[in-house]
T-cell receptor, first 113, second 114 residues
């Protein structure tokens, strides 16, 4: 079965600084990978997804993620963080042939002035 | 507007009192699912449905029931709630069973069982 690890529970970044949130997955074949964001009191919103092809994917709100098969990683990046980016971020993986999406435990992003 | 709605958004109840959380989508999606979110555990799938009258267990189905009598609705039923079911619940839907379809989430239902 597939699994997802988000090593950082909390991350604090200064406004305007760059951001990288880590995600490692475990799955034998090529996975379907996703990043979702959850703002306080809100549901989850899809930021970006990777299925195949170009390993650098662009998402909404200026986010991007890079799929690295050799490292089993799908890290989320943003060059300049805004205060409105403060939220909880979830990495998720889906496996071909299964309908279940498996989520990581989330990383809470705090943005300092 | 395409959306997934859940009701109620907040619910406080007592142990053993049956409750239903409704979920409805207006996108004609075949696939619907329920998750619970707990601090430090992320989202875990409770049940999912591939289509009308087709449901299956997710990772944490104990203590829950679901039904899918209509395509748009997927209610979550707690026959005898217990305090360990206090959680934040999300309903989600997507067009089909493949991950190439975007999964949409409802706003969440915060349930407290005393």
């Amino acid at each position: 079965a597939q699994s997802v690890t988000q090593p950082d529970i909390h991350i604090t970044v200064s406004e305007g600084a760059s951001l990288e949130l880590r995600c490692n997955y475990s799955y034998g074949a090529t996975p379907y990978l996703f990043w979702y964001v959850q703002s306080p009191g809100q549901g989850l919103q899809l930021l970006l997804k990777y299925f195949s092809g170009d390993t650098l994917v662009q998402g909404i709100k200026g986010f991007e993620a890079e799929f690295k098969r050799s490292q089993s990683s799908f890290n989320l990046r943003k060059p300049s963080v805004h205060w409105s980016d403060a939220a909880e971020y979830f990495c998720a993986v889906g496996a071909s042939g299964y309908s279940t999406l498996t989520f990581g435990k989330g990383t809470m992003l705090l943005v300092s002035p | 507007e395409a959306q997934v709605t859940q009701n109620p958004r907040y619910l406080i109840t007592v142990t053993g009192k049956k409750l239903t959380v409704t979920c409805s989508q207006n996108m004609n999606h075949e696939y619907m699912s329920w998750y619970r979110q707990d601090p430090g555990l992320g989202l875990r799938q409770i049940y999912y449905s591939m289509n009308v009258e087709v449901t299956d267990k997710g990772d944490v189905p104990e203590g829950y029931k679901v039904s899918r009598k209509e395509k748009r609705n997927f209610p979550l039923i707690l026959e005898s709630p217990s305090p360990n079911q206090t959680s934040l619940y999300f309903c989600a839907s997507r067009f089909g069973g493949t991950f190439t379809d975007t999964q949409y989430f409802g706003p969440g239902t915060r349930l407290t069982v005393l």
